[in-house]
Antibody
Framework: DVQLVESGGGLVQPGGSLRLSCAASGFTFSGHWMHWVRQAPGEGLVWVARIDKGGRTTNYADSVKGRFTISRDNAKNTLYLQMSSLRVEDTAVYYC???????????WGQGTLVTVSS | QSALTQPRSVSGSPGQSVTMSCTGTSSDIGTSNYISWYQQHPGRAPKLMISDVNKRPSGVPDRFSGSKSGNTASLTISGLQAEDEADYYCCSCAGSYPFVLFGGGTKLTVL
């Protein structure tokens, strides 16, 4: 079965950094683009970033560009999101998701909560 | 780019049908064949219910169907069941930025 398990969330002060991980299993990780999507408390889904199969092409939402970095280690079947210069408005549950086709996500992890607060 | 527009809530009784809309523009829904719908129960991860406008992934009941007309996509759930009560998000996906554009979500209440 396809499994995506996020980790690394927690409480961080504004301006701080955090690295999220997403461990993938049950499928050929290197055969899929991957995404990060976030959801602020009580709010809707917002796309954050995506990365191609080989980790060479990345794209970001304007709201995180220059502050977040998506990467992957295909040998470890793991997706990452390095977040820096964190803001209060970055507080959200962060989901990793597998790209099924043309940026549509068919499997999602359970999410990890990031809280940015002083 | 603004999120796609979805009604905040819809409701229906068990056994009835409901249709929820997702309105965008000619720059997103109007020109995309990659419209997807996600179901999210409270505290749970989103689940893909419809992809490519009207395709159901394996395991999704055929009570769920998707369509598109112009700049509006729609999700119809027939034979409503209690377990269908959830939030539903539409998504317009494209090969150019913003790549993935979600709607604000519709809360479905089964009366």
């Amino acid at each position: 079965d396809v499994q995506l398990v996020e980790s690394g969330g927690g409480l961080v002060q504004p301006g701080g950094s955090l690295r999220l991980s997403c461990a993938a299993s049950g499928f050929t990780f290197s055969g899929h683009w991957m995404h990060w999507v976030r959801q602020a408390p009580g709010e809707g889904l917002v796309w954050v970033a995506r990365i191609d199969k080989g980790g060479r092409t990345t794209n970001y939402a304007d709201s995180v560009k220059g502050r977040f970095t998506i990467s992957r280690d295909n040998a470890k079947n793991t997706l990452y999101l390095q977040m820096s210069s964190l803001r209060v408005e970055d507080t959200a549950v962060y989901y990793c998701a597998r790209d099924y086709y043309y940026n549509q996500a068919d499997y999602w992890g359970q999410g990890t909560l990031v809280t940015v607060s002083s | 780019q603004s999120a796609l527009t979805q009604p905040r809530s819809v409701s229906g009784s068990p056994g009835q049908s409901v249709t929820m809309s997702c309105t965008g523009t000619s720059s997103d829904i109007g020109t995309s064949n990659y419209i997807s719908w996600y179901q999210q129960h409270p505290g749970r991860a989103p689940k893909l219910m419809i992809s490519d406008v009207n395709k159901r992934p394996s395991g999704v009941p055929d009570r769920f169907s998707g369509s598109k007309s112009g700049n509006t996509a729609s999700l119809t759930i027939s034979g409503l069941q209690a377990e269908d009560e959830a939030d539903y998000y539409c998504c317009s996906c494209a090969g150019s930025y913003p790549f993935v554009l979600f709607g604000g979500g519709t809360k479905l209440t089964v009366l």
